[in-house]
Nanobody
Framework: QVQLVESGGGLVQAGGSLRLSCAASGRTFSTYVMGWFRQAPGKEREFVGAIGRSGTTTYYADSVKGRFTISRDNAKNTGYLQMNTLKFEDTAVYYC????????????????WGQGTQVTVSS
């Protein structure tokens, strides 16, 4: 099992930046693909991006491509989501997740989920 805890969410103005962290504990973090999803009020959970086990390959949703960057530090059992040029429509609860398939954009492709962290972008 893997336990995931997100942090770094908050309130930011449009055009600003935030970096989310995802701390993993339990089984070896490096054996899992890591993904990020988000869910806005009244909407379905949406894929943001994913990173392969070694950290050398990434895959992003079109809506965030060029603005968001996913990275990971396997030595620290931590993953990151750097979000730049934030827009109002990026407002959501952001979740990190771990699974075994890359690239994978469906929630069912992932086995473990964090509790989420709120990101609010003011216009």
């Amino acid at each position: 099992q893997v336990q995931l805890v997100e942090s770094g969410g908050g309130l930011v103005q449009a055009g600003g930046s935030l970096r989310l962290s995802c701390a993993a504990s339990g089984r070896t973090f490096s054996t899992y693909v890591m993904g990020w999803f988000r869910q806005a009020p009244g909407k379905e959970r949406e894929f943001v991006g994913a990173i392969g086990r070694s950290g050398t390959t990434t895959y992003y949703a079109d809506s965030v491509k060029g603005r968001f960057t996913i990275s990971r530090d396997n030595a620290k059992n931590t993953g990151y989501l750097q979000m730049n040029t934030l827009k109002f429509e990026d407002t959501a609860v952001y979740y990190c997740t771990a699974g075994g398939i890359f690239p994978a954009a469906r929630t069912t492709n992932y086995d473990y989920w964090g509790q989420g962290t709120q990101v609010t972008v003011s216009s």
